[in-house]
Structures are given as structure tokens and as C-alpha cells.
């Protein structure tokens, strides 16, 4: 049974701290060139307090907000899938010995995280992360070693973007599941509403003696985080999607949409559920010892699609197609869900301004 | 001695046909056998006749200067060959090498057309099958051009 | 690390090479350590890893009968495959796999097989020819037809005579391009059915080669009578990993690592019609 507590802002500063007494590094939201982003934090005060984000397709400004609290930015940029999923990760070096060659797997231990400020949509990202990585025919160490290790500290929504829709794909702005603590700001942003999710959270929270919350803190956040639903403009018909979708393949709105896409790949960097990734090989000079390493890729380059003779998806228009056919449709049958979970991010962060949201209509129609 | 309706009556190319039908192409048959390295008909000249298959194999040939000639497809057991005899001018197009021993039933391309004129029926019948063989030889061709295992191969 | 790490590559010894086709190159490979070798079922993949250079996806072409050794024929086409056909008696290369799924042997059982190969399309498939050949009698007829693109790139030459040879079996071969000194059909691989009766209501049929000639004699074999369902294909795509986290070889709802890269032709007919899926 989850417990509500709560919170003030220095027990959130005691809650950071106490996880790094514990070893974790503490990772969450950080104001760094005109963006809020995710990096490593000791305090409280590292916070985006009073900063707004103003979202639009294709647009992101991040404005000066005195009444804004710690985490009333709404998502940057960057996702936890660069904790979890690291842009580059090293998958084993090599020794060169006359001829023949020994694998030396990697030894270093995985990083202890724990993220603070997880948003609903974003452990739902994580939930398909693991469902890809984890939860298939075969285990990824990589990811699975640095999950293993993770401490979650959610915190539900009170504001939403323009380019959320969350609400519609159901996985928001409330946090259900997956876990360790959940905060909801209430009383201006300023207290919080502490929930446990799981019993190292419970844990946590009874070494730091947090007081229990009153009954009327629990009905005022519900109510934000509903109100922070509301707000949403934007959604995703879920019903009959992925069939409409499947079945769209020749839908001129493909042709459309290629007219405006640059193929830049900016939406897959910014989804916090594309896990797509390429190898590259790297030697010393003498050849004598090499290293294989793994980095993020995108179905958006013509090379992804590369067989000896050419590229499958030479056309923009093709490669369009597989990102959000398989987002919004193939991601479905091959996993259980829709691999969007309505963040919103590939709407703000796409230089020519796409909303996935007007596509998906777009092409039931 | 087997009778040659009997023989035309095996051959895939007439699969199908009434027999009243064969019976008018039995007129124009003659059973043929030609040794390997026979050559068959040669480019440009006239197109008598066409050919049944029974056994052995013939190679369709084109040649040009400063090559060696290029088989460009084999026909072989139950095959028809040649088909200049029924489009003007009649002239073949190809030169049909044997390339084993090859027993065959030749038909007369004359008599065959003038039997076509005069019925009609008999000339839809064939042209059917030759639409058929055509349009696979047209298809084969097709994919011959691509030459699908110069680019992209499975492993 | 994860002693079951899917991306570690297990190192192998060449054991022997053959030369097959001037481009096309046999490498017959023995785990270093000598635990026995990774099992296999025909049609599976691995990936093979030269030290510096990259990794690929190379069906294997041996015998599962053959406990000691995993064996692959190799084109030479790119930077990875180049490297590969030049390792010599005594090199290493990388093994991570099996992977995929393999042809339907055990389907097959008491039926007729086609087995229509293209190019180095035989290669995937000769473990299934060893496979058949090995339980004559649990089989119904067997025919292969294999399409080359001349007399000089056909593969296993000895081997197609000797199958040529073995009971209730006919191979039939055909290359595209034939000089006049080639006694051998010329013509692609589909006008071969001319020369075959097929019993469709009891035959399963097995093709791989390039896509396009996997999509013709798929319509060939329709058009004899042969089911869609009963029709299976090898499929390729570019492929990182093997197992199902690179994501680059998906192929509408499918990875071709895990759910190939042998499909049935009713599941991808309209995938393999359609333009750059």
C-alpha cells in the first residue's frame, strides 16, 4: 500500500542528499543553455526554480517565471533513455595477438542513478525500454545493469505544454507505476505530496521521518494534476490506430509530410522511446588492440537501411513512414503498446515544426 | 511406328486442344532430328517452321562483332521454339543452335497460316498458346535484365 | 559483465578455406577454446566480427551433422565480407549467434520439398539439402533448382552432382548468362518449373536469393498450385545486432533477426510488393 507524506523544500533537499549518502549519483532537471536538461544534481538549488517553458510546434523558449516552482519547466529536450540507453556505451574491447585475437568484456560496474523529477510519460517510456531491452528474447547487460540500479523519484505534473498529450495516450500526467518516490507540487510549487512506490522508497522515506500528509493535500493534488490534464490540447485517437496505420502505407500524406521533414533525425533523439543503435569499430594505430562501441542511431539516415547495393529507404518519405509507422502501429505488434507516450518532445524539437499528433489524423483520414 | 498425332498429342503446347484441332496440325507436322552443333535456323533467314520439343536441348543465340555469340535462354524437353513463322516477315530473329542431340516435331509455318486464315478458331487456339509462351519469355527476359545477382545477394 | 551477453562475440579458428567463385569463399571455423560449438538449425545466422573491422550477418552453410565446426560461405562485396574471404588457415574471427528462424525442416517431414536457391542464396540453404539428404526416406520428392548468374558463379558444383544423384531427387541448374561453351540451361531460375511436376497439395517450398527473385519464383510457385503458406522465404536487411536491439532490420512489424529470417511468404506477400518498407 503506497503512503503520502509530506514534503517541504528542505526535505526535498534532505531526500537528495540522503540518496547520496546512499551512493547514487543524483541525477535530475537543470537549466543549461536555454534549455531545462537532465544532469547530475547535489541540491535543491540546481533546480529550474522560476523558469516556464513555452512550447509550440517546432518551437521552445524557456522564460523567466517568478511563481514557477522546481519542476514547473515541463520536459526539455533531453529524456532518461541517456541514462539508461547512453548515447555511447563501449560493448567489449579487443587484443591482437599473432593473428588471433581475445575479447576482453567490460568490467567496470554500472552507475548508481537515481532520477529525480521522472515524469508519467517518461516512466512509461522506461516501461518500453525495458519491455525492448529487457523483457524480449534477449537480455541487454548494458541497460540492464544500469535499470538494476536505478532509484526513481517521479514527479507528477502540475502545468502541461502545448505539445503534451500524455492524457490521450493514457500514461499521464499522473504517475501509476514504477517508481521509488512520487512527488506532487502542491501549495504554489512549493511543498510537495510524497507517495511510495515501492519498499526502498517506503525505506527512504521512514529514515527521513517525513510527516504523513493531510487528507486535503491529497484531494488538492489530484485535483492540479487533473487540472494539468485538462490543459492538454493536443491528442492521439488511440482506438483503431495501429490498423488505420498499417493499412496507410500508400496514404499521400506521406508525400506531405516528406515535403517539410528534413530527415534530420532530431525527433529520434528527443523521443524518450527510439532505442535504434549502430556499431562502430575502433583501433589504435598499431592495430593491436581495437574496441567495439554502440551508439545511437536514427531510421531517419539513408544508412540505416544500407544493404551491399544501396539503401532500402532511400526516400524521406519512406523513412518518415517507418518512424511513425512503427511508433504509433508496428511498435504495437511487436511489443504490446504504442512506442509514443505522448511527450510531445519530436513536436517541439522538429526544426520544421511536424506534429505527430496532426499526422496521425491526418492520415486516418 | 508411333503415330505422330499420338507424339503432337503428348507435347504440353497442345494440352488441352480438340482433337479436330490437332488433327489440322498433324497435316502440317514432320518428325525431325537434329545432331549437337545442328544449327536449327539462323538470324535473318526465313521462318518456315516451328518446333515441338520432345528431347534434347537448343540454344537461342545472338552474336555480335568483337564477342563471342551469347546464349541468351535454352529451351529443352516439352518446349516450343520459334515463333517468327507466325509474325511478319517472318524472318527469324535468332539463331537456335543444337546443343545435344534434339528429337523435335517441326511444323510448317505456310501451312499452318493459310490453315489459320481459312479458320479461324484453329488461329485463336493457337495464338492463345503463343500469347502464353510469349508473355513468359517476356517475363524471363525481364528479370534476366535486372541481373539480380550482380546487386544485392542473400546470404 | 553478463555471462550471456548477446554482443560478445565467442572466438573461432579457420580451420580451412575454399575458394567456391572468384568472389565467393568457404570458411570452415573451430571454437579457440575448444567448448563445443554453438548448435545450429538450418538457415540460422551469425554474426561474425573481424577484429577492427565490423560485423556482418552470414548464414551458415554447413552441416548440423558436423558437431566440430561452423561453416560459412562468404561473397565478397563490402569492407566486412572482403575482410573475411582474405582470412587465412589459423585466423580468428568473431561468432556471436546462432540466430533467427531456421527453415522448416521438421514441417517438411513427408513432404515434397522445392528448395530454389539464387546466387550465394545456396549457401543458406545447403544445410537443409545435407538435413534432407541425411533422412532420405522421411521426405517425399526433392528438387532443387539453382539460378546463377554464370557457369563460373555456381556454388558447390561437386555437391550438385552428387545430390543430382540421390533417390527421388532432381536438381536442376540454369544460369542467366551463358557462353556458347556452356551445355547447362540458360535462362532465370523460374523458367526452370518448366521442366518439374510438382504435387502442390503435398509440397513445401523453400527459396532464397535476392528479394526480387525470392518474390518471382514465389509467384511461380502460386501459380503452380503451391500455397502461400506452404512458400518460405530468407529475408535480408541490415542488421546491427542480431537479436533484436539494433532495431535496423525491422521490416514492418517484424525483425528479420527474430522473426526471420526465414518467413512464410503469406505473412510478407505484400510487404515484399511494396516499395521501400
Redesign the interface.
Known amino acids: 500500500m503506497p503512503r503520502f507524506f509530506r514534503l517541504d523544500e528542505p526535505a526535498l533537499d534532505g531526500l537528495i542528499e540522503a540518496l547520496r549518502q546512499q551512493g547514487y549519483t543524483a541525477v535530475g532537471p537543470r537549466v543549461r543553455d536555454g534549455a531545462v536538461i537532465y544532469d547530475e544534481i547535489s541540491s535543491v538549488a540546481d533546480l529550474p526554480q522560476g523558469w516556464a517553458s513555452e512550447q509550440e510546434a517546432g518551437k521552445y523558449r524557456l522564460n523567466r517565471d517568478p511563481s514557477a516552482g522546481p519542476f514547473d519547466y515541463v520536459i526539455g529536450p533531453s529524456s532518461w533513455k541517456q541514462w539508461l540507453h547512453p548515447p555511447e556505451a563501449r560493448l567489449f574491447a579487443a587484443e591482437r595477438e599473432n593473428g588471433a585475437f581475445r575479447i576482453l568484456p567490460n568490467t567496470t560496474s554500472a552507475p548508481r542513478y537515481a532520477l529525480v523529477g521522472v515524469r508519467a510519460c517518461e516512466l512509461a517510456a522506461i516501461a518500453i525500454q525495458d519491455r525492448v531491452l529487457l523483457g524480449d528474447r534477449y537480455t541487454d547487460p548494458i541497460y540492464q545493469a544500469r535499470r538494476k540500479a536505478l532509484f526513481v523519484v517521479a514527479v507528477n505534473c502540475t502545468r502541461s505544454a502545448a505539445t503534451c498529450f500524455c492524457a490521450s495516450m493514457q500514461t499521464g500526467p499522473r504517475a501509476v507505476e514504477g517508481f521509488d518516490l512520487a512527488l506532487t507540487p502542491v501549495g504554489n510549487g512549493r511543498q510537495y505530496l510524497g507517495e511510495t512506490g515501492t519498499d526502498a522508497g517506503a525505506a527512504v522515506a521512514g529514515e527521513l521521518g517525513w510527516p504523513e500528509a493531510p487528507p486535503e493535500m491529497m484531494s488538492e493534488a489530484a485535483e492540479t494534476v487533473r487540472a494539468a490534464a485538462r490543459a492538454q490540447t493536443r491528442n492521439v485517437a488511440l482506438e483503431g490506430l495501429a490498423e488505420a496505420l498499417t493499412a496507410a502505407a500508400e496514404h499521400p500524406r506521406w508525400e506531405t509530410v516528406a515535403k517539410r521533414c528534413m530527415a534530420c533525425g532530431n525527433c529520434t533523439l528527443a523521443c524518450p522511446t527510439c532505442f535504434c543503435t549502430t556499431v562502430e569499430d575502433t583501433s589504435t594505430v598499431d592495430g593491436a588492440r581495437a574496441e567495439r562501441w554502440r551508439k545511437w542511431d536514427s531510421c531517419f539516415t539513408q544508412s540505416f537501411s544500407y544493404i551491399h547495393g544501396g539503401s532500402v529507404r532511400t526516400s524521406v518519405k519512406s523513412r518518415y513512414r517507418q518512424w511513425l509507422t512503427h511508433k504509433l502501429a508496428y511498435w504495437q505488434q511487436q511489443f504490446g503498446t504504442p512506442g509514443c507516450v505522448g511527450c510531445g518532445r519530436c513536436i517541439t524539437w522538429c526544426p520544421a515544426g511536424i506534429d505527430l499528433t496532426e499526422e496521425a489524423r491526418a492520415l486516418r483520414a | 511406328m508411333e503415330s505422330l498425332e499420338r507424339i503432337i498429342a503428348e507435347q504440353p503446347f497442345v494440352e488441352g486442344l480438340e482433337s479436330y484441332y490437332l488433327q489440322l496440325l498433324v497435316g502440317c507436322a514432320r518428325n525431325v532430328v537434329f545432331e549437337a552443333g545442328h544449327t536449327v535456323f539462323r538470324e535473318g533467314e526465313e521462318a518456315h517452321e516451328f518446333y515441338l520439343l520432345r528431347h534434347g536441348?537448343v540454344?537461342i543465340?545472338i552474336h555480335a562483332p568483337q564477342r563471342?555469340?551469347?546464349?541468351?535462354?535454352?529451351l529443352?524437353?516439352?518446349?516450343v521454339l520459334g515463333w517468327s513463322w507466325l509474325i511478319p516477315p517472318h524472318h527469324w530473329r535468332f539463331t537456335a543452335?543444337a546443343?545435344?542431340q534434339v528429337r523435335a516435331i517441326a511444323l510448317d509455318g505456310k501451312c499452318l497460316r493459310t490453315k489459320c486464315e481459312a479458320n479461324h478458331d484453329l488461329g485463336y487456339e493457337l495464338l492463345k498458346r503463343f500469347a502464353d509462351i510469349m508473355s513468359?519469355r517476356v517475363?524471363?527476359a525481364r528479370?534476366?535484365v535486372?541481373?539480380?545477382?550482380?546487386?544485392?545477394?542473400?546470404? | 559483465m553478463s555471462p550471456d551477453d548477446p554482443m560478445l562475440p565467442v572466438a573461432y579458428r579457420v580451420e580451412k578455406v575454399t575458394k567456391e567463385t572468384r568472389d565467393t569463399f568457404t570458411l570452415v571455423t573451430r571454437r579457440v577454446d575448444r567448448a563445443p560449438r554453438h548448435a545450429f538449425e538450418p538457415g540460422q545466422f551469425s554474426m561474425l566480427y573481424v577484429c577492427a573491422v565490423g560485423e556482418l550477418p552470414i548464414s551458415i552453410s554447413g552441416d548440423t551433422a558436423d558437431k566440430q565446426n561452423l561453416t560459412y560461405t562468404v561473397r565478397s562485396v563490402g569492407q566486412v565480407t572482403n575482410q573475411l574471404v582474405s582470412l587465412g588457415v589459423g585466423d580468428t574471427l568473431g561468432v556471436r549467434g546462432p540466430f533467427g528462424v531456421p527453415w522448416p525442416v521438421e514441417e517438411a517431414r513427408g513432404k515434397d520439398v522445392v528448395v530454389v536457391a539464387g546466387g550465394i542464396g545456396l549457401a543458406p540453404l545447403r544445410p537443409v539439402l545435407y538435413h534432407i539428404l541425411r533422412r532420405r526416406e522421411e521426405y517425399g520428392r526433392l528438387v532443387l533448382l539453382y539460378g546463377a548468374r554464370s557457369p563460373q558463379d555456381q556454388l558447390f558444383r561437386k555437391e550438385l552432382t552428387q545430390w543430382s544423384q540421390a533417390p527421388e531427387s532432381r536438381v536442376l541448374t540454369t544460369v542467366d548468362y551463358g557462353g556458347v561453351n556452356w551445355h547447362g540451361h540458360v535462362g532465370v531460375v523460374t523458367t526452370m518449373f518448366r521442366y518439374v511436376r510438382l504435387r502442390p497439395e503435398r509440397t513445401i517450398a523453400m527459396v532464397c536469393g535476392p528479394e526480387i527473385m525470392m518474390r518471382f519464383v514465389a509467384r511461380e510457385l502460386e501459380t503452380r498450385g503451391v500455397e502461400r503458406s506452404q512458400i518460405r522465404v530468407s529475408m535480408e536487411r541490415n542488421m546491427k545486432c542480431g537479436c533484436g536491439f539494433c532495431g535496423h532490420c525491422q521490416y514492418g512489424p517484424d525483425f528479420i533477426c527474430k522473426d526471420g529470417p526465414v518467413f512464410s511468404y503469406d505473412r510478407i506477400q505484400s510487404r515484399m510488393e511494396a516499395y521501400e518498407i
Open positions: 536441348k540454344a543465340e563471342p555469340p551469347i546464349v541468351v535462354e535454352t529443352a524437353d516439352g518446349d543452335r546443343v545435344t513468359r517475363d524471363a528479370y534476366q535486372i541481373d539480380v545477382y550482380g546487386g544485392g545477394v542473400n546470404q
